[in-house]
């Protein structure tokens, strides 16, 4: 029987979302998300029972998913009032957003497809908690702690309270711009880097943007990828995933990179390495995963096939030069498909997919539940530890505890009822024994 659903009572708390009447949709799909999640549900649990966060207001810019939902569950449970705002306006799934401002309580400002002014405008209510600030942000992609610090143009003070206590960064792209804040001497407050824990590198970046990148591309276009050339743009931990994936299903998968150790390591996994201006006359479908800006250009576009796809698996939507590629079509694009773009450069039908954004939250669901439960426990025990360690953690961005880490990923196994060895006493004895 499915759960009852617990929209109600409760005061409503302050929100803007698209639909209320799409609650109990919402918390069939948050239940459904859940039952993938059992590591953070302990930790639910327990912040139940110790309430490490009462009384205190977390404003989180993620995106608004049935995954982000359970962790914001998790979050109320230790007793914190919660803001939440989108970190992309195209991932927000409008029944969750529904179901966290009603059964929830959750302050939620997010409605997928808005422009840009409410997007901004969105996180600004949330970066205020209703006046006095938050006392911990969490961040996929830097804005909130930005909008915080940042010094605004017209030299006014940033608006972060005393009360902040610290921040959760999710993503590689937002943890770079957080340490440039933190060299200008910007970020006065301790941020803990999610996706610098072990776990997150491996089961998140490999295994979750391998697979829902791609399901993002077939989602948008059903396209067989079997017999295509498939070109990553990037041999990160991300890139890593998406040529394996691609590789899975049939495709030939050519890589491109500026660092030549992982340019080697992808030739002696078996993938073609090529330089971006030379896979642009050989690719069909090209998949971005670089963290860095302009990465196709006007340069590559005019040489690329008829019916190329162009996707970006990159948090920002930098990485596929927009402006080139309006430049170098003919005319203005034209929506083949939802989330499908067509420019004709030079006579050749270029699709861009989701307007080059992060394609597998804005064509799909992002990544899988049980891969965003390890991401969502490092958040939840990330801001426990700001909270219940003052002064461990210095201004500045740090890497999640090793200790956490480990200990999480035992959790996971457990999860999946799997066990592992222990070293004997005379084995860590021998291991130490070599300095
Ligand atoms: N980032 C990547 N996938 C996600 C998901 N499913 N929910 C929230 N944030 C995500």
């Known amino acids: 029987m499915p759960p009852a659903a617990r929209t109600s009572s409760r005061r409503r708390p302050p929100h803007d979302v698209a639909d209320l009447s799409l609650a109990t949709a919402g918390e069939a799909r948050i239940d459904w998300a859940d039952a993938q999640m059992p590591v953070l549900a302990q930790v639910r649990s327990r912040f139940g029972a110790e309430r490490p966060l009462d009384g205190l207001r977390v404003a989180a810019c993620l995106h608004v998913t049935a995954e982000t939902g359970n962790l914001v569950r998790t979050l109320r449970a230790g007793g914190a009032d919660v803001w939440l705002a989108a970190a992309n ?27 840009r002014a409410t997007y901004a405008r969105h996180q600004e209510t949330v970066a205020a908690c209703g006046g006095p600030g938050p006392h911990l942000t969490m961040d996929d992609g830097g804005d909130l702690l930005a909008l915080l610090h940042e010094p605004a143009a017209d030299g006014a003070p940033t608006r972060a309270s005393a ?11 937002g943890a770079i711009r957080l340490r440039a804040m933190a060299r200008r001497g910007e970020l006065p407050v301790p941020v803990l880097a999610v996706h610098e824990a072990d776990t997150h590198r491996v089961v998140e970046n490999r295994h979750g943007t391998g697979q829902s990148a791609l399901d993002g591309i077939l989602r948008a276009t059903n396209v067989l990828l079997a017999g295509r050339t498939l070109v990553v ?30 340019a080697l390591e992808a030739k002696l996994e078996g993938f073609d390495v ?62 083949v498909r939802p989330l499908v773009e067509r420019y004709v450069v030079g006579g050749r039908r270029l699709h861009l997919l989701a307007g080059g954004r992060v394609v597998n939250l804005a064509a799909a669901e992002g990544y899988p ?12 025990l990330a801001v426990e530890a700001l909270v219940r360690q003052p002064g ?33 006493d005379a084995q860590s004895a021998y291991g130490r024994s070599w300095g």
């Open 89 to 115: 306006p195209l991932s927000t799934q409008d029944e969750v957003a529904a179901a966290l401002v009603l059964a929830d309580g959750v302050a939620v400002h997010a409605r997928r497809r808005i422009d």
């Open 163 to 173: 009360d902040l206590i610290g921040g959760t960064e999710e993503t590689t792209a």
């Open 392 to 424: 461990r953690f210095a201004p500045g961005v740090h890497r999640v505890p090793q200790e956490m880490d480990a200990e999480m990923a035992l959790l996971k196994l457990e999860s999946l009822g799997l066990g592992i060895d222990v070293l004997s």
């Open 274 to 335: 090529a330089p971006s201006l030379v896979a642009a006359e050989r690719g069909d479908i090209f998949v971005t995963v670089t963290g860095n800006r302009d990465v196709l250009t006007r340069e590559h576009f005019e040489r690329m096939r008829d019916g190329t796809i162009l996707a970006n698996a990159g948090h920002f939507d930098v990485e596929i030069s927009l402006g080139d590629l309006a430049a170098a079509a003919d005319g203005p694009p034209v929506e």
């Open 233 to 262: 743009m990037g041999y990160g931990s991300c890139g890593r995933g998406v040529a394996a994936r691609a590789r899975g299903m049939g495709a030939a998968v050519t890589v491109c990179e500026v660092d030549p150790i992982k």
């Open 369 to 380: 539940a049980s891969v965003m439960d390890l991401s969502f426990t490092n958040q939840a």
